[in-house]
């Protein structure tokens, strides 16, 4: 069975805090995503990876930074984190042809207080 | 860039109605379009897909058909079960960008 793991399901933070959010894949996919989910917006992609040490800014980048120094591991940073960051994270992953499936992991459900 | 417009929820069906979730897209090039399904508490996951125009994507009873001239991709299925109570989300992918770009999502409850 293909996995995709986050490190946490629920999450609670203070505003301020250094936040990090763990994604790993255990299928060797190039290609691995971070998005964030919010009511009557769907998933708004925030940053992505197709390559170790490789990072591409997305949609929503801001406020947020990423590390990938390992292949099946991808890291997501709140640097700062604002009440407004209180949301639903994915992490996804796919190999390199963008025909084919992308692999979600559960997500992590940040609040900020 | 990239675009999805999905049709907006949430739906309420009783078991066994017709289901169809409107979804068009906006893309340059000749992009791959899917439909993905978060039950409650999970991630996303693939219901179905196509890669070229007229194509027809079906999983679990659910269909859908690339539809180049309209850019459209419905989602459809004669008959739901309460089983299919979920969030479906329309992307696309190529085109002028090498991610998936998503629409809105469409909550979808069945009643018994």
């Known amino acids: 069975d293909v996995k995709v793991t986050q490190s946490s399901r629920y999450l609670v933070k203070r505003t301020g805090e250094k936040v990090f959010l763990e994604c790993v894949q255990d299928m060797d996919h190039e290609n691995m995503f971070w998005y964030r989910q919010d009511p009557g917006l769907g998933l708004r992609l925030i940053y992505f990876?197709?390559?170790?040490?490789?990072?591409e800014k997305g949609d929503i980048p801001e406020g947020y930074s990423v590390s990938r120094e390992k292949k099946e591991r991808f890291s997501l940073i709140l640097e700062s984190a604002s009440t407004n960051q209180t949301s639903m994270y994915l992490c996804?992953?796919?190999?390199?042809?963008?025909?084919?499936?992308?692999?979600f992991g559960q997500g992590t459900r940040l609040t900020v207080v | 860039g990239n675009s999805v417009t999905q049709m907006e929820g949430p739906v309420t069906l009783s078991e066994e109605a017709f289901l169809t979730i409107n979804c068009t897209y906006t893309?340059?090039?000749?992009?791959?379009l899917f439909w993905y399904v978060q039950y409650p508490g999970e991630g996303l996951q693939l219901l179905l897909k196509a890669t070229k125009a007229d194509d027809k994507g079906s999983n679990k009873g659910f269909e859908a058909t690339y539809r180049k001239e309209t850019t459209s991709f419905h989602l459809e299925k004669g008959s739901v079960q309460v089983s299919d109570s979920a969030v479906y989300f329309c992307?696309?992918?190529?085109?002028?960008?090498?991610?998936?770009?998503f629409g809105s999502g469409t909550q979808l409850t069945v009643l018994p």
């Open positions: 992307a696309l992918s190529g085109g002028s960008a090498r991610q998936l770009t």
């Open positions: 996804a992953t796919y190999r390199g042809d963008m025909n084919t499936e992308a692999f």
């Open positions: 990876s197709y390559d170790v040490k490789m990072k």
């Open positions: 893309a340059t090039g000749y992009p791959s």
